[in-house]
Each structure stands twice: as structure tokens, then as C-alpha cells.
């Protein structure tokens, strides 16, 4: 159904908004954090799922990285932290609820992505998907605010 032009398209499309929506003065920083917890993140969770079995891409054409993952999943995750951190709250009540909204929209995008033909997943990994994400997203935000809170001290 989709073509490989598709990982391109949303590297693109999640790119632009980052520019669009952080300031010059602050997107180094955000880059940074974005590069650390998105792209290389989700690098060694495309790995290791596809490793174990729970999660294959499909439809990488020429961008394929030794069949694992499409050279712009790694980029588009970069902006897409880039802007997770950027509006991270800061009160506790407020971050539960964008951590559970995030959750719900990185395990929506995968189950249309999984429904198009782009990747695969075992059945198992349907389930705990969300928890990984959970996880994920919670580890990335508490690592995130406790430097910000180091480096303003």
C-alpha cells in the first residue's frame, strides 16, 4: 500500500514541525536530547525488537539499515522528541496525562503503520507495545528534567 517514500515523508514532515515549533535559541539543546533518546533510542529498540522477533519493518526500499530499520525512522524519532521535551510539563499531574497522551498517539501511528504494511508485529508485542512506550517515553522525561534541573542549579 505505501512506498518506501513513506519513512521519508514523515522524517520530513516531524523535521519541519521541530523547525516550526522550537526556538533557534533553544533547538541545539533539544537536538541533542532528541538525537540521545530519539534516534539512538529508537535504534537500539529496532534492534533489539527485531532481534527477538516481536518487530519487523517492511517496505524500506533502498533506506533499509541491514534490514532492521529505514535510514528516517531514527531522524523522524529525533524530531519527534525534540518536540516531546520541548512541551514537557513540568507539574505532575499535567506530565501522567501527556505521558498517557503520547503513549496513545506513538501506539496509534504504529498500528496504522502496522495496518498499511510497513512494519510487523508478533502478537504478543501488541500488547506490551504500549508499555514499552510507557517506558520509554517516562525514562527519556525523568532523565530529561533531572539535567535541566542539574544544570540550572
Excluded: C
Excluded at 7 to 36: C, D, M, N
Excluded at 44 to 72: C, E, P, Q, R
Excluded at 130 to 145: C, D, E, G, Q, T
Amino acid at each position: 500500500m505505501f512506498e518506501p517514500s513513506f519513512y521519508l515523508i514523515f522524517a520530513v514532515v516531524t523535521g519541519l514541525a521541530s523547525l516550526a515549533i522550537i526556538p533557534r535559541s533553544l533547538y541545539k539543546k533539544f537536538f541533542l536530547y532528541g538525537l540521545l533518546f530519539g534516534g539512538i533510542g529508537d535504534t537500539a529498540f529496532a534492534s533489539i525488537s527485531h532481534l527477538m522477533g516481536f518487530l519487523s519493518y517492511k517496505n524500506m526500499g533502498v533506506t533499509s539499515i541491514l534490514g532492521i530499520f529505514s535510514f528516517w525512522t531514527p531522524i523522524a524519532w529525533t524530531f519527534y522528541f525534540m518536540i516531546f521535551f520541548y512541551f514537557l510539563p513540568v507539574r505532575k499531574f499535567f506530565l501522567v496525562s501527556y505521558l498517557v497522551i503520547f503513549v496513545a498517539l506513538n501506539y496509534s501511528v504504529g498500528t496504522v503503520m502496522s495496518q498499511s504494511g510497513l512494519y510487523e508485529t508478533a502478537k504478543i508485542y501488541r500488547y506490551i507495545q504500549p508499555l514499552v512506550y510507557l517506558a520509554w517515553l517516562s525514562i527519556s522525561a525523568w532523565v530529561f528534567k533531572k539535567e535541566e534541573y542539574r544544570v540550572k542549579q
